[in-house]
């Protein structure tokens, strides 16, 4: 009958240096038999005849025979009060202490008859029975006192003889025997008085004589070495083990018995040394000096009654006598109880997935040693697979692979041995596809002309692994017309397991790119949405025009549209904006198949020409803009200053004529005049009369420079002309040009010495780039010449300008 393992707990004891544990129970007996007793003392065993005997102790008159199941053969009559029993070595013999006859008896095992019977003396009662050495032991009570005599029934007139010279007893003693140790035990209330002897052939010769932990003791037992006497008394709470050569305490000391009230009363060791005590928790088994119960039994028939243990010297057999409440008494047969529980348990691998080979654990616990190295029968199903080995630490493992999915039942059996029990495990493993996903991660880019993410597969906590060779299909739904296209399939990393999408919509919109994974012998498919708001951008456009051009002659220039291709027939607007029109002049031009524009003109009118060129978008592309202006060149004009006298008096009046020649569209003249040190002045600004003059007065009171100017028109460039008063032919006249950014004037450039005319006057052409917009200043100087030493060199006045289209 199999026992159930449980984990060991320590527990407390008040006996020091005792180290106590609770172990789990099972109710356990192969065979139990009802006793017709009045009473019980003591019991023994003879597996040679297959019967037990059962004394019944003082006030009875006989000795119970059952067979070795228990069931009652017969009753040994005339025993009055048996108790204390012993088998010869032989096991032909029976003794018996009959303490109400005051005798020890033979009784033949093989005929059941008393052969003899020894007298211990007027007014004694032997209460107990041990061989050993040759001879029969007795321990007996007369007057008071308790001793010890002895037997040889080898004799030819065999007689009792007393105990050797020791310290008195008090009551009889309890006997007990094992090797050539006799130990003798009496109760010295919460101790015991015990001694040892040893017991050659014919003689006994004291070893020890002490009082030890014990007490009222109901089972005493020497190991068949005879080295160790143990002791079992219901005040202790374990049972105690001492040296049989000092009674110090043995290694180990004491055997649990259940912790406080268990009531240890009973013990018997077998011939292999394996210890068997019972009391109050039922009954523990020990395998010699390991103190770590192997097994603990209980016994339903009842509790052990005192001294009601006894091994059945076949090597596996105890039997043991219990009394239930009421007074009942059973005889309990226990075929195997050395056989150590065992347990067995199966641990399912964390996934299983078809084609893919995988492991199931297990391991195998007991209370005695580990039977490192044993067999292990494995099925699956019920189907032989091969065995597997238990490793030293009691772990096992086995491999299974299964090309379906489904539930398989495994089963590991331990057939056990001569000392564990056999134990099955049983579990189911799932085999199953793993669980997958598939999503969309990081976007890289997303146009109408490039749509790039990336994604990833997985499976279930990362289990698993996929294949070289695993793709993604993919496919993309315009979530407006609902209509989807097929876009392929895209490759897994298999180490990273991500992969990479692209895509050219070609128009924008909101899309959902259906992700699909078809799963594979291991894997489940999957499948995953991700939805992208695909917007147009604007493109690129830029323009390559020249900074000048040449009015009325052709010009060209290129310009570059981005991100394409476009489709044919897709073209950009050009306007045109100069001084001649307000409203910009426009018209298209087509953009080439490798993205190119080409802008043409022809244009008719000078200064700063502003060129813009759009791209009005499409389903893909937002409108694009670029600006560039060219410097168109303008003729230049002829523009003079002269005054009505070389020379003036101090406040007289100067008549100045400003003379312009050829324009287009433009006869307007500004007449300046800049005084020596001091500020600009205008003096008149006006259209010139038909002979291109335009005149006016001024008075003068020092040296003076007068400025024409003229601002341009369509097709001539502006002029600035200076003239010094008084004459000063052939003496120098400079120009300076200034700009004005980043919050201050800068001088762009201070020309060389013009001459002057014999009129005292000179002239400069003044040609900007990229000014549109931009202000200027130009102003004039007169340098003297080394040899007047009449004057000296001044500035004019500043003159201001900002170029406009």
């Not at 005192?306 to 059945?312: I, S």
Request: charged fraction near 15%; proline fraction near 6%; glycine fraction near 12%.
């Amino acid at each position: 009958m199999p026992l159930k393992q449980v984990s060991l707990v320590a527990a407390l004891s008040v006996v020091a240096g005792l180290t106590t544990a609770t172990v789990g129970t099972v109710a356990y007996a192969d065979d139990v038999a009802a006793l017709p007793l009045s009473g019980y003392a003591h019991l023994v065993v003879d597996r040679a005849h297959r019967h037990v005997f059962i004394s019944q102790g003082t006030g009875s008159s006989g000795i119970l025979v059952t067979d070795l199941s228990g069931t009652p053969v017969t009753t040994l009559t005339g025993e009055q009060g048996a108790n204390g029993l012993a088998l010869s070595p032989d096991g032909g013999t029976l003794y018996a202490a009959l303490p109400d006859g005051g005798a020890i008896v033979a009784i033949d095992t093989a005929t059941l008859l008393e052969t003899a019977r020894w007298s211990t003396g007027a007014g004694t009662s032997p209460v107990s029975v041990a061989v050993a050495g040759g001879r029969v032991w007795f321990g007996y009570a007369a007057a008071g006192k308790g001793g010890i005599g002895s037997i040889d029934p080898s004799a030819p007139a065999p007689v009792t003889t007393p105990q050797p010279a020791l310290s008195q007893w008090t009551t009889a003693p309890l006997l007990a025997t094992g090797g050539d140790v006799l130990a003798a035990e009496e109760p010295q209330g919460s101790l015991s008085h015990v001694a040892t002897f040893g017991v050659a052939p014919g003689t006994a010769s004291p070893m020890a004589d002490t009082l030890v932990y014990g007490g009222t003791a109901t089972g005493l037992a020497v190991t068949g070495d005879g080295k160790r006497l143990l002791l079992a008394a219901p005040q202790q709470l374990a049972l105690r083990a001492y040296r049989s050569t000092d009674l110090a305490a043995a290694d180990p000391a004491a055997y649990f018995t259940g912790g406080s009230g268990s009531a240890p009363g009973s013990v018997a060791v077998d011939t292999d040394g394996t210890v068997a005590v019972a009391g109050a928790s039922g009954v523990h088994l020990y395998a010699g000096t390991n103190n770590l119960a192997e097994n603990h039994l209980t016994l339903p028939s009842g509790d052990v009654a005192p001294d009601g243990l006894e091994w059945g010297a076949d090597g596996t057999t105890l039997y043991a006598v219990t009394k239930d409440p009421s007074g009942a008494y059973r005889l309990n047969v226990l075929d195997a109880p050395k056989l150590t529980d065992t347990e067995l348990a199966l641990r399912p691998p964390q996934f299983a997935v078809p084609t893919e080979r995988y492991t199931v654990g297990g391991s195998f616990s007991t209370r005695g040693l580990l039977p490192a190295g044993a067999a292990l029968e494995v099925t699956r199903d019920g189907t032989a697979l091969p065995g597997v080995t238990l490793g030293g630490d009691g772990t096992f493992t086995f491999t299974d692979v299964q090309q379906d999915e489904g539930g398989y039942t495994y089963q590991v059996a331990y057939p056990g041995d001569a000392t564990h029990r056999p134990a099955t495990a049983s579990s189911t493993v799932h085999v199953a596809k793993l669980p997958t996903g598939v999503v969309g991660t990081d976007i890289a880019s997303v146009n109408p002309g490039s749509v790039v993410f990336t994604g990833r597969l997985s499976s279930q906590l990362g289990l698993g692994t996929f294949p070289q060779g695993t793709t993604v299909q993919v496919a993309r739904r315009d979530e407006a017309t609902q209509r989807t296209v097929p876009l392929g399939s895209v490759p897994v990393d298999p180490a990273t397991l991500r992969f990479t999408v692209t895509d050219a919509p070609g128009a924008a919109g909101t899309f959902t790119y259906v992700l699909t994974y078809a799963g594979d012998t291991t894997h489940q498919p999957s499948e995953s949405g991700t939805g992208l708001v695909v917007a147009p951008y604007a493109p690129a456009l830029t323009l390559n025009a020249p900074t000048s051009a040449t009015r009325g002659a052709a010009l060209s220039f290129g310009g570059n549209l981005g991100d394409g291709p476009y489709a044919a027939g897709r073209t950009v607007t050009v306007s045109r904006k100069d001084a001649a029109h307000t409203t910009p002049v426009t018209w298209t031009a087509p953009v080439a198949a490798d993205r190119t524009i080409t802008v043409k003109d022809t244009p008719d009118t000078g200064g700063a020409t502003t060129y813009t060129v759009t791209f009005p978008g499409d389903a893909t592309h937002k409108s694009a803009t670029a600006v560039a202006t060219v410097q168109v060149s303008r003729a230049a004009t002829a523009l003079t200053v002269t005054s009505s006298a070389p020379s003036y008096a101090y406040g007289a009046t100067a008549t100045v004529t400003a003379h312009l020649g050829t324009t287009y569209n433009g006869r307007t003249v500004s007449l300046y005049a800049t005084p020596y040190g001091g500020t600009k002045t205008l003096v008149t600004t006006g259209t010139v009369d038909a002979n291109g003059n335009l005149r006016a007065t001024y008075k003068v009171t020092r040296n003076t420079t007068f400025t024409a100017s003229f601002a341009g028109d369509h097709r001539y460039a502006p002029t600035v002309t200076a003239t010094v008063t008084p004459n000063k032919a052939g003496q120098c006249e400079r120009f300076q040009v200034q700009q004005y950014y980043s919050g201050a004037w800068h001088t762009l450039t201070t020309s060389g010495c013009y001459g002057l005319s014999s009129t005292s006057s000179a002239k400069a052409q003044l040609s900007l780039s990229n000014a549109l917009n931009q202000k200027f200043r130009v102003r004039s100087e007169y340098e003297r010449s080394t040899k007047d030493l009449g004057n000296v060199s001044t500035w004019g006045g500043w003159l201001y300008l900002v170029v406009r289209t």
